[in-house]
């Protein structure tokens, strides 16, 4: 399957400190997205990627990705409590027309 | 305002009863796609579409039908033969397939 695999499945830290939190797939992609999900809501598009880019930076969020190990990374720095959320990776293929998403990362931000 | 919404919120369903959830954007994206989400799991494509009157299985199609008969309007019907339909339902648009997605609320399907 496509399917992005998070790691780790659950992270807690405390407020201030860095998160990172990892994406492996199978398949090439032409692009991968994080998003965040609050529980019990819908999820919120933090950052795309496109196959062609290392790096990208939106506000306190880093994203990398390394097309060669299939992987890429969310950092997330100076962590808030309102951070607590679950992030999940989401990544199409070449051939098809839908997005396949991980489990999730859970991550708890401890005030 | 724009956005997606979902209705309603919380859905009761009985036994060999088909019920229809609400997806509606004022977005103007072409593309909508119905997930479905397990507790601690990640999302699973039911159907989606990419124009008016055009729509595609995703991996778990079985049980469950969709239309679309207008741009802003994709609604899933869960069907009395989706044996295990107790989840949380997210619908999703997008400009055009494999870009961004724009999730609604959710609504989440329990069983009496």
């Known amino acids: 399957s496509q399917q992005g695999e998070e790691d780790p499945q659950a992270l807690s830290i405390q407020e201030g400190e860095n998160a990172t939190m990892n994406c492996s797939y199978k398949?090439?992609?032409?692009?991968l997205q994080w998003y965040r999900q609050n529980s019990g809501r819908g999820l919120v598009h933090l950052i795309l990627?496109?196959?062609?880019?290392r790096e990208k930076h939106s506000g306190r969020l880093r994203v990398t990705l390394d097309t060669s190990k299939k992987s890429s990374s969310l950092l997330i720095t100076a962590s808030r409590a309102a951070d607590t959320a679950s992030y999940f990776c989401?990544?199409?293929?070449?051939?098809?027309?839908?997005?396949?998403f991980g489990t999730g990362t859970s991550l708890t931000v401890i005030p | 305002d724009g956005g997606i919404t979902q209705s309603p919120k919380y859905l009761f369903r009985k036994e060999g009863q088909n019920v229809t959830l609400s997806c509606e954007q004022n977005?103007?994206?072409?593309?909508m796609y119905w997930y479905r989400q397990d507790p601690g799991q990640g999302l699973r494509l039911i159907y989606y579409?990419?124009?008016?009157?055009?729509?595609q299985k995703g991996d778990i199609a079985e049980g469950y039908s969709v239309s679309r008969e207008k741009k802003e309007s994709f609604p899933l019907t869960v069907t009395s033969a989706q044996q295990n339909p107790t989840a949380f339902y997210l619908c999703?648009?997008?400009?055009?397939?494999?870009?961004?997605?724009?999730f609604g609320p959710g609504t989440r399907l329990l069983v009496l």
């Open positions: 579409s990419q124009i008016v009157n055009d729509f």
């Open positions: 999703a648009s997008s400009i055009w397939r494999k870009e961004t997605q724009y």
């Open positions: 989401a990544t199409d293929a070449n051939t098809g027309n839908q997005f396949y």
């Open positions: 398949t090439s992609i032409n692009n």
């Open positions: 990627i496109r196959s062609n880019e």
């Open positions: 977005l103007n994206h072409d593309a």
